[in-house]
């Protein structure tokens, strides 16, 4: 079966750093995308990873290690507006969208 | 640009009502558009892919004749859930891509979302 994990909850500092994880199994590999959802909207986009390495955009970067399964979404100078859930998605073979569960994430002053 | 709206934002609805929720692109052609559903602290749960003037594809478990979805042109789908029931309530969101091709991905651009309660 497909799958992604990411962890359910993270909390961090205002300013600071925090690493969100994601790992997947899927039939295939076509890239994958990290989305910011705030409570009561819709995902927006951030990123977009298919070749291993790290890309980074402003304050956030992400990195992607294919023969892993693994990828980071890297926040940096946390803001409080930085509060929301964030979601791994991977495209498999079929060029379908599968998506993780989401962590949310608790930035503190 | 690849603006996506949504219409209407939230609906309260008495049981067994049908509700028609609007999924326009704004400035671009959406060959494809995604039906979402997401309930309170879960991941987005794909309904059904459609394609401009083609019946939808729908994924497993998701009742065709209680979700009708009509995508009949390259600027608007519409999602109609009929006979609501409480269940039903929940947070459903499109998406659409540019174009199409069975060869490459194309990035999805969310519409809002539209909050469906059912009373």
């Known amino acids: 079966g497909q799958n992604i994990d990411q962890p359910t909850e993270m909390t961090a500092t205002e300013g600071a750093i925090v690493q969100i994880n994601c790992t997947y199994q899927?039939?295939?590999?076509?890239?994958l995308f990290w989305y910011q959802q705030h409570a009561g909207e819709a995902p927006t986009f951030l990123s977009y990873?298919?070749l291993d390495g790290l890309e980074e955009k402003g304050r956030f970067s992400s990195f992607l290690s294919r023969s892993k399964g693994y990828s980071y979404l890297l926040l940096k100078e946390l803001q409080m507006k930085d509060s929301a859930s964030y979601l791994c998605?991977?495209?498999?073979?079929?060029?379908?969208?599968?998506w993780g569960a989401g962590t949310k994430l608790i930035i503190k002053p | 640009g690849a603006v996506v709206s949504q219409h209407p934002s939230w609906v309260i609805c008495k049981s067994g009502t049908s509700v028609k929720i609007e999924c326009r692109s704004l400035d671009f052609q959406a060959t494809t558009m995604f039906w979402y559903r997401q309930f309170p602290k879960q991941s987005l749960m794909l309904m059904a892919t459609?394609?401009?003037?083609?019946?939808?594809?729908?994924e497993q478990g998701v009742e065709k004749d209680k979700f009708l979805i009509n995508h009949a042109s390259l600027t608007l789908s519409t999602l109609t859930v009929t006979s609501a029931h409480p269940e039903d309530s929940s947070f459903y969101i499109c998406s659409a891509t540019g174009t199409g091709g069975s060869e490459t991905y194309n990035e999805q651009f969310f519409g809002p979302g539209t909050r469906l309660t059912v009373l």
């Open positions: 998605a991977v495209v498999d073979s079929n060029y379908q969208l599968i």
């Open positions: 899927t039939s295939g590999f076509n890239g």
């Open positions: 459609s394609n401009e003037g083609s019946k939808a594809t729908y």
């Open positions: 990873n298919v």
